[in-house]
């Protein structure tokens, strides 16, 4: 027997009216968990579920598929609501697009696309059945895009880039190369992003490795990658 939210989910796709209220909620309960409010989440559900006819349940999905794409935007999520397995291409772009628009980013969505590419390229290809390479383009069409980004101190970079002596301050190995200069290669990282409201200070900066940097933005064990750091590094602070 098909769910009742599943049938919910077939009856009617999303409009943009039931996802950008998703997205308003999402980030309304991350402020008030942020604010130390617990057992609301059930309510805001229900809400929604009253103001759309869907299950609240359906609305539950929702919320985890917004993790997902908050997730690949190397974006904070609510804990509580693990990122969805699946998130369709076309809901994902839709989500990222909302959330660039409410954060006032005029930046064209671009993680969706990897979600969506990383999904398709771990899919099983049938056995024997060679798929022949895609053609790609010789001549790649050029595109301008504009996207807000925030002024980072470059003293902080420096003092960072200092204390961490040539040594990523995640997994504190050397860094893994260096410049044509012969300088370590490491990259500044803020623990609690920008885009989420992270303040640009040293408390709130570590000096990573490529590799580290990409697992703190988007790798599965990035809480706990946090949590070794916050307890080792004296002078950080949780934002
Ligand atoms: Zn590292
Ligand atoms: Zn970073």
Known sequence: ???????DEVRKAWTDEE????????RDMQRRLDAGERRFMKSVYLDLSR?????????????????????AMGRRWIEGLKPAKHVGAGVALRLEALINE??????????SERLEVLELAAK?????????????????????TTSLSFARSKDVKVWVLRRAAGRCECC????????VQGLPFLEVHHLRTLADGGSDRVSNAVALCP????????????EACKAQMYASIPGLIRE
């Open 211 to 222: 590799n580290c940097h990409r697992r703190l933005h988007f790798g599965q064990d990035a």
């Open 172 to 179: 504190a190995e050397p860094a893994p190369f260096q410049t």
């Open 1 to 7: 027997m098909t769910p009742p939210e599943l049938k």
């Open 102 to 111: 409410l954060d006032g980013n005029p930046a064209p969505p671009t993680a």
């Open 124 to 144: 099983p290809v049938k056995a024997r059945k060679e798929t022949p390479p895609p053609e790609g383009a010789a001549q790649p069409t050029r595109s301008t």
């Open 51 to 71: 103001r759309f006819e869907r299950t609240p349940s359906s609305f539950e999905l929702r919320m985890q598929n917004i993790s997902a794409v908050l997730a």
């Open 19 to 26: 996802l950008r209220a998703s997205v308003v909620a999402y």
